[in-house]
């Protein structure tokens, strides 16, 4: 007898990730979802984000985390609304939680949609949320052989944010040898290598983000 447990859950998952990619479709809502270790900077890529971006787009934040809503008040304070989800021990966002919290984001009005998942490099890989984009997020604190260890979420990936690049001194992380690994893992990746307490490298991510969700909702035929 076979249980396959694991691959059930990922088909119900898929067929409610389904259903919020044509919400966000219907709405022209281009959907971002950042996955990285804890303490990488996910929130503080967005806070930097949505200064430069606010201005010309309209955008929301669904925030994940195991527990508090620290993350979601951080980012209002920024003018950007932001629903919390606590998965109460969750280690990843499944496409249900995400489903309701849609309902409580005006997605009509809305440009892009943020998805911070729960800070975790497995399980975040595996289950599709409906985005458009998912978004490795990597601090050079952490060494230069998370791509190879953890090679699911940079094959799924659009795209690499290098963080803490200020840290370099300070730490042994090869940076060259952790944007080839990455690479080497998916060739189409597009990489950044920023720094999100000084701002360095970090236009070129504004730009990048800015242009993919105005070519993704261009190619959506209405
Ligand atoms: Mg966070
Ligand atoms: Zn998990």
Redesign the pocket.
């Known amino acids: 007898m076979e249980i396959k447990v694991g691959t059930n859950i990922l088909a119900a998952n898929d067929a409610i990730a389904a259903e919020n990619r044509e919400a966000f479709a219907s709405h022209r809502c281009f959907a971002v979802n950042l996955v990285s270790s804890p303490g990488a900077g996910k929130t503080a890529l967005l806070e930097r984000t949505i200064e430069a971006l606010h201005a010309r787009l309209s955008l929301g934040v669904i925030e994940g985390d195991i527990a508090t809503s620290l993350d979601a008040e951080r980012i209002r304070r920024h003018g950007v609304p932001a629903v919390q989800i606590n998965t109460g021990g969750?280690?990843?966002l499944d496409a249900y939680m995400v489903s309701r919290a849609l309902a409580a984001l005006a997605l009509a009005s809305l440009d892009v949609v943020f998805i911070e998942n729960v800070g975790?490099l497995?399980?975040p890989a595996e289950f599709d949320l409906g985005e458009a984009a998912k978004i490795a997020v990597i601090s050079v604190a952490e060494g230069d052989d998370k791509p190879l260890k953890y090679p699911v979420l940079f094959r799924e990936a659009r795209a690499v944010v290098i963080n803490k690049i200020d840290l370099l001194p300070y730490t042994d992380c090869d940076l060259a040898r952790l944007r080839d690994t990455a690479l080497s893992i998916n060739p189409a990746l597009a990489v950044f290598e920023v720094s999100c307490r000084t701002g360095e490298g970090l236009e070129t991510w504004y730009r990048w983000l800015a242009d993919s969700a105005r070519e993704w909702a261009s190619s959506i035929t209405p």
């Open positions: 969750g280690c990843h975790n497995v399980c």
